[in-house]
Antibody
Framework: EVRLVESGGGLVKPGESLRLSCAAS????????MNWVRQAPGKGLEWVSF????????YYAASVKGRFTISRDNAKNSLYLQVNSVTPEDTAVYYC??????????????WGQGTLVTVSS | SYVLTQPPSVSVAPGKTATITCGGD??????VHWYQQKSGQAPVLVIY???DRPSGIPERFSGSNSGNTATLTIRRVEAGDEADYYC???????????FGGGTKLTVL
């Protein structure tokens, strides 16, 4: 059974940093691209970042480029999102989602339950 | 930048057909995927590559994509179909994944 479990969310102050993690199981993690998608309270889905299966390709939404860094450790079956210089606009539930192998135009077929990041002073 | 436009809401009576559109410039040339998100839950893939259904998704769910509009159709709507629905593409110009704004399906 494919399972994705996010962690690392919490309450942070503007300008601070945190690192989100996503533990994957039930599939060959190193064969699939991964994504972070976030959802602000009461709002729609917003894609954040993509990483290829071997970390060769990384893409970011314009709203987070330069502040967020996506990475992965295939030996640990884990995906990460380093979140720096947070603002209240970064308040959201952050989901990790599995991509369709390394196909950029592909779908996101499995999602975690999300981890909530709240930015407030 | 590329934009996907969905109606904010669609209402349908049980047993009827719901049609949710996703508009975008020449979206018919792109691979479109659809997700269902019920209240308080993570999104679930319901249609991929315009018209294919993942295992476990009822045949009542179907999709099409042509010209400037992709469409998700739900036949014989049930109360359990009430959710937010999102279309998704990859924008190859901007190198980013893009979701539509979402459509809230209400079953009357």
């Amino acid at each position: 059974e494919v399972r994705l479990v996010e962690s690392g969310g919490g309450l942070v102050k503007p300008g601070e940093s945190l690192r989100l993690s996503c533990a994957a199981s039930g599939f060959t993690f190193s064969s699939f691209s991964m994504n972070w998608v976030r959802q602000a309270p009461g709002k729609g889905l917003e894609w954040v970042s993509f990483i290829g299966s071997s970390s060769s390709y990384k893409y970011y939404a314009a709203s987070v480029k330069g502040r967020f860094t996506i990475s992965r450790d295939n030996a640990k079956n884990s995906l990460y999102l380093q979140v720096n210089s947070v603002t209240p606009e970064d308040t959201a539930v952050y989901y990790c989602a599995r991509g369709e192998y390394d196909i950029l135009t592909g779908y996101l077929d499995y999602w975690g339950q999300g981890t909530l990041v709240t930015v407030s002073s | 930048s590329y934009v996907l436009t969905q109606p904010p809401s669609v209402s349908v009576a049980p047993g009827k057909t719901a049609t949710i559109t996703c508009g975008g410039d020449n979206v018919g040339r792109k691979n479109v995927h659809w997700y269902q998100q019920k209240s308080g839950q993570a999104p679930v893939l319901v249609i991929y590559y315009h018209r294919d259904r993942p295992s476990g998704i009822p045949e009542r769910f179907s999709g099409s994509n042509s010209g400037n509009t992709a469409t998700l159709t739900i036949r014989r709507v049930e109360a359990g179909d009430e959710a937010d629905y999102y279309c998704q593409v990859w924008d190859s110009i901007g190198d980013h994944l893009l979701f539509g704004g979402g459509t809230k399906l209400t079953v009357l």
